[in-house]
């Protein structure tokens, strides 16, 4: 009998489904979340007896364990038992050291690897299914979903299979794929997915929108960080609030009812994985995530919880426009005014007309600064006429008042020729 433990997500499910086409009724698969798996292999380690299962195989994928039952497991291999636990998060590549172990962030060919990725190599290495084409097309969604490779490439079907994961209950969504991948007709999606997977993105859409408007931004460390809270959707909704605002250095997503946050970044100078790790959590360098505990809560949720959320930049403007050297008006909170320009082949930053000490060579460096330490959004462009008209205003004035002056230094000059 083969026995899989592994994660509730799209990815562990995909190990799931590929451990039923390669053993079929030989199988037994329970999918875990993270905080689970340790229950659920001790009480299979408490109640396994190797002389009366020899050749029992337990599988462990898409997760690890704590170091209790990693010790246990060990044990339980070196008096003849049968593992293997397949990962590929970082904050697992110390289980390498045990034969029982496979944990690989890339594949040899340089992609990165998910735990369906690994577990079909696996299976197909050791003889236990043939590859084909179907499936080969199924596990490399899967993924691409996973390590978030599948926008780089505009594999939308990625993201929509997940979505399909997500409107089905697990069972459901596991007995389509097991039927479709042993039919070899190539993966695609019927007719009734395509209809209810353009209602969700519809509803998907329509859920960002919302949540976008929610978002605040803080520092957390070292880091500038956009905070929403969010139950569903939370890769999509970070993809594209990542985009939206590349200032920030990573999002994090708050699901209070179950009690995790989720990291993700746009950046490959930021690894949300170390920051997960922080806290007691993991995953990947692009997306992570942890428990919230008190001091997750007291750095995401309560001490940022008086600010105000992000604003928008105008979208519709023909005048205040990004880029343009011979200015841009940026507003903040309480009524300040950036105005960035460029002078001499450097973007020069004025705030409330005093200009800072800072110079920069692009005006993506300059804007750059402005949203991360200042909060600023690109002005509407009557804001920005306005601004233009009071420039003019304050410099007929001054003017004005330099005639006068000068008139008036005339007049003492002809009185004292006078006297």
């Not at 699901?255 to 100078?269: A, E, P, V, Y």
């Amino acid at each position: 009998m083969y026995h899989l433990y592994t994660h509730n997500d799209l990815d562990g499910v995909g190990c799931g489904i590929i451990a039923k086409c390669a053993f079929g009724d030989q199988t037994n698969v329970r999918y875990n979340s993270v905080n689970g798996l340790n229950l659920q292999v001790e009480r299979y380690l408490d109640r396994m007896s190797i002389p009366d299962h020899p050749y029992d195989m337990l599988f462990i994928t898409d997760l690890s364990v704590n170091p209790e039952v990693e010790k246990r497991l060990h044990v339980f291999v070196d008096e003849g038992g049968h593992v293997q636990l397949i990962d590929h998060h970082k904050t697992a590549l110390h289980f390498n050291q045990y034969e029982w172990g496979l944990v690989e962030v890339h594949h040899r060919d340089g992609r990165l690897a998910s735990a369906t990725s690994l577990f079909y190599e696996y299976l197909i290495q050791h003889g236990h299914i043939a590859s084909t084409e179907t499936m080969d097309q199924f596990v490399e969604l899967v993924r691409l979903y996973d390590t978030w490779e599948w926008e780089e490439v505009n594999r939308v079907e990625a993201r929509r299979l997940n979505d399909l994961f997500y409107m089905l209950s697990i069972d459901e969504f596991e007995v389509k794929m097991v039927e479709r991948l042993r039919q070899g007709q190539g993966f695609y999606f019927d007719e009734f997915e395509e209809k209810i997977l353009e209602m969700e993105e519809g509803k998907i859409e329509r859920y960002i929108q919302r949540k976008q408007r929610e978002m605040i931004q803080t520092y957390v460390d070292e880091y500038c960080v956009g905070i929403v809270y969010a139950e569903s959707y939370h890769s999509e909704l970070a993809n594209e609030l990542g985009n939206l605002h590349p200032h920030l250095d990573y999002i994090s997503i708050l699901n209070m009812g179950g009690r995790k946050m989720s990291l993700r970044t746009i950046h490959d100078h930021v690894d949300v994985s170390e920051v997960a790790m922080r806290y007691g959590g993991g995953g990947h360098a692009k997306a992570a995530g942890c428990t919230i505990t008190e001091e997750v809560y007291r750095l995401y949720a309560a001490e940022p919880f008086e600010l105000e959320p992000i604003r928008f930049d105008a979208v519709r403007n023909q005048f205040n426009v990004k880029g343009a050297e011979s200015g841009v008006l940026y507003e903040s909170w309480g009524e300040d005014l950036l105005f960035v320009y460029a002078q001499a082949g450097e973007w020069v930053i004025e705030w409330n007309g005093e200009s800072l000490p800072f110079r920069f060579s692009t005006f993506h460096d300059a804007e750059r600064h402005m949203k991360r330490q200042y909060g600023a959004w690109l002005a509407r462009d009557d804001v920005y006429v306005q601004m233009l008209k009071d420039q003019l205003i304050n410099t007929r004035t001054s003017r004005e008042l330099e005639r006068l002056s000068l008139t008036s230094d005339r007049d003492d000059e002809k009185t004292l020729e006078d006297g």
